[in-house]
């Protein structure tokens, strides 16, 4: 029987674990990668117990733990989350589904999910789940795709791109969703976040042919600036009150 929602996304990326690495460990892909996690990054306390949500390899983690903090991943790919642990072996890794995480309340000082927010069935419960395991006074990042019109084809393509067999990172029909600053910002309200603060980036985007990313990534300041609606990512951040 084929495989449905969230196993059929464990083993979509049990099976690329190996192609993402390469894809956004280095080259174009590493400032691509690089570029969302300085947004998402900034938002973060930094040398705080962080908990990266849909982890993937550890990147992100990687770079937390660079600037002084302590990182847990939690992934529901194990090959995801073995190559997680190979990058940073200091960090602790879990294998488990963001929608219900295996940890205790108010025990992260900061939570953070990139690129993998677009794949959970129940976004407000994963966001109560957030709100759960943060400590009062602590904040949550995440960065995922954006609803807009340069997005709007993608379902379609990942579609086509299954039909056809083809062996790339997100190509397959996986009820994805995108969200626009309305929803993403209603999301984090509804889970009883304040000081939220919803933002458009990364205007150049990997899927872009290679002479097309690099001059979308020199234009990329003044396209986040001036016409945000073009970026195709999208960031938001909430904070958990004091009571
Ligand atoms: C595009 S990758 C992003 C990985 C990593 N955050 C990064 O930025 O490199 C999406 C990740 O989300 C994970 N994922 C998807 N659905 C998930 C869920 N329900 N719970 C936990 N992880 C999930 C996938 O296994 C995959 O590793």
Same mark, same amino acid.
């Given at each position: 029987m084929p495989l449905k929602g969230p196993a059929k996304v464990r083993r979509h990326y049990d099976e690329v674990a190996e192609i993402y690495d390469r894809r956004y460990a280095e080259g174009t892909g590493r400032s691509y990668h690089r570029h969302i996690s300085d947004q998402v990054m900034n938002w973060l306390p930094p040398g705080g117990r962080l908990l990266d949500i849909g982890c993937g390899t550890?990147?992100?983690?990687?770079?937390?733990?660079?600037?002084?903090?302590?990182?847990?991943?939690?992934?529901?790919?194990?090959?995801?989350?073995?190559?997680?642990?190979?990058?940073?072996?200091a960090a602790d890794w879990v294998v488990g589904t963001g929608e219900s995480l295996p940890f205790r309340d108010d025990s992260f000082?900061?939570? =953070? =999910?990139?690129?993998?927010? =677009?794949?959970?069935?129940?976004?407000?419960?994963?966001?109560?789940?957030?709100?759960?395991?943060?400590?009062p006074g602590g904040r949550v990042a995440l960065c995922t795709l954006g609803?807009?019109?340069?997005?709007?084809?993608?379902?379609?393509?990942?579609?086509?791109?299954?039909?056809?067999?083809?062996?790339?990172?997100?190509?397959?029909?996986?009820?994805?969703?995108y969200y626009s600053e309305a929803e993403m910002s209603e999301l984090f309200s509804g889970a009883s976040f304040v000081d939220v603060r919803v933002k458009r980036c990364s205007f150049a985007h990997l899927n872009l042919a290679r002479p097309v990313f690099q001059l979308a990534r020199k234009i990329e300041p003044i396209v986040e600036q001036r016409l945000p609606y073009l970026a195709y990512n999208i960031c938001a951040t909430g904070r958990k009150p004091h009571p």
């Open positions: 550890g990147l992100f983690i990687e770079q937390y733990l660079e600037r002084g903090g302590r990182g847990v991943g939690l992934d529901i790919s194990p090959k995801m989350i073995e190559r997680g642990r190979d990058r940073v072996p000082d900061a939570v =953070s =999910s990139l690129l993998a927010f =677009s794949y959970f069935k129940d976004p407000q419960g994963m966001l109560s789940e957030v709100y759960r395991v943060l400590r609803r807009n019109f340069l997005t709007a084809g993608l379902p379609a393509i990942h579609t086509l791109g299954e039909l056809a067999r083809v062996r790339q990172v997100g190509m397959g029909n996986f009820g994805e969703r």
